[in-house]
């Protein structure tokens, strides 16, 4: 059983979070929760985030209102997986934040639906961030046309890019007197297969079993898989559900032969008792994915070295990964555009506010110069941080739902597939079935948003 809890930062929630309901008109002369006491600006910022970027982001804040003493910052957080009904319900109540995470895959909707304010006037007027310095593939991710996303107005600001790399543990490695992998050469998927199977073992002899290769949660690790085999879930004009393409089937059930075939995760029963994320801090797993997000928790928890290297990959030869996203907006019913929109830029781009997030660990730096520097530092683990600007600059994606309407069709893949990762059916068998489902939620988005459009 592949258990869908691994921690999950707020750079990734995209598969399991899409806003996929339609939006109903939302601006208007609603009521905004910003508004004056003792004659001082109040902004709402409604964000998420594990426990330690939530206390990351709270010292950010102060830093702000010490800075901007006119400004009082109400914060309202929430666990990562309860964020979107939250923000759903406020939007739905009219009572839209005037700062607040959102996901890339919701920016055409809110645009059309009014809940976004246009803010592309003050960051190109800013004299505190510099526009170029910030990742263009993050900037790109929130701007939009009315017709073509990545073009056109900002509205929003990465609050960070989450590349999900691959870790993997040196000290298991080493006591084993296994090669340790090569950062600059994948392995493929036969060479992945082999050391994981020379890594599973009963390390002292009592009949069970100590540590294992991996043991990867579908919903974020089956992406490198697929796309490394020159598959995907779209086409390129992004109406077409592809899941049923030979090379997809083939990564799926690779992907699902790791605990059926190879053997190389806990079983099914062991997977009950702790779920991957607990091994892998336990130091029982060889290889587990690693976003910048959970770089102060392994450095607290960890007990082994670890360092990150490029996922398997498949038959084009070349790795493949994710990078996912959040947006910091805002509200487009904020009585205060200008200082909400300060504070988005001081989340995402400002020199001290971002410095502040990346010594908490909880991200990379948003600036493409201090992500240099930052790399290169060898105090800051693991090593081999490059591994996601590469990630980053050269061959991550975001996550199949982002370009379309709505991403019911991509939450559908996932609901039924457990019977395959349990070995009770096959990826073809399963691709058979779901396909349809996935088409006919793909064409109902595709539809929704041409009426959108009119
Ligand atoms: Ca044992």
Redesign the pocket.
Known sequence: MFKVSKKIGAGMLLATMLVSTALTGCSGSSESSSGKSDGKIELSFMFRGQPQEQEAFKEVIKKYEEANPDVDVTMVITAPDQYDTKLKAAIAGRKIPDVFFYNPAQVKAYVNSGVLLDITEQVEGSEDIKLEDIWETGVDKYRYDGKTLGEGAIYGLPKDLGPFALGYNKTMFEEAGIPLPDKDKPYTWDEFISVSQELTK?????????QYGTGFNVNWALQPFVWSNGADWLDETKTKVTIDDPKFTEALQWFADHQNKYKITPSIGEAQTLDTYQRWLKGQLAFFPVGPWDMGAFKEQLKFEYDLIPWPAGSTGKSAAWIGSLGIGVGSTTKHPEEAAELAMYLSADQEGQQALVDAQVQLPNSMEVAKSWSEDTSIKPENKQEFLDIINDYGRGFPAEHTYTGEWYEEFFKNIQPVLDGKQTAEEYVKEAQPKMQKLLDAAIEQEKQAAK
């Open positions: 009963d390390t002292n002899g009592d009949g069970k079993m100590d």
